[in-house]
């Protein structure tokens, strides 16, 4: 999870990592992660399994130089978030399991 401070809305990006692990030794990675991010009351506010599969979602990530390295990887933008708790949860899509790695850009 996450903590937005502050008293203005947040644009944030947040990405869910596994295959492109493997580059770096680790074994065995999540295949396909599938993302999700949740608000304080735990209300799903946007998933996403491969990262390019929203367009807008997918055009700011690139943009920011975020997009991940494999397409099975997950990706969200999320714009004008409000100040408050967050969580974001990695899962492997149909049960899968592995390592994987969830990384949170708060941009300014």
């Known amino acids: 999870g996450f903590i937005l401070g502050g008293a203005n809305n947040t644009h944030v990006a947040v990405r869910g990592i596994g ?8 074994s065995p990675v999540l295949a ?6 949740r608000d304080s009351n735990g209300a799903l506010l946007v998933s996403n399994d491969n990262w390019q599969d929203d367009p807008v979602s ?6 920011l130089g975020l997009a991940p390295a494999n397409a099975a990887e997950s990706g969200i933008y999320a714009s004008l978030l409000p100040p408050g708790a967050f969580t974001a949860i990695l ?12 990384e949170i850009y708060n941009l300014h």
Request: aromatic share 0%.
């Open 58 to 63: 997918a055009s700011q990530l690139t943009a």
């Open 19 to 26: 295959p492109s692990l493997s580059q770096l030794g680790l």
């Open 32 to 37: 396909d992660p599938t993302l999700e991010l």
């Open 91 to 102: 899962a492997g899509k149909n049960g899968g399991t592995g390592i994987g790695l969830v």
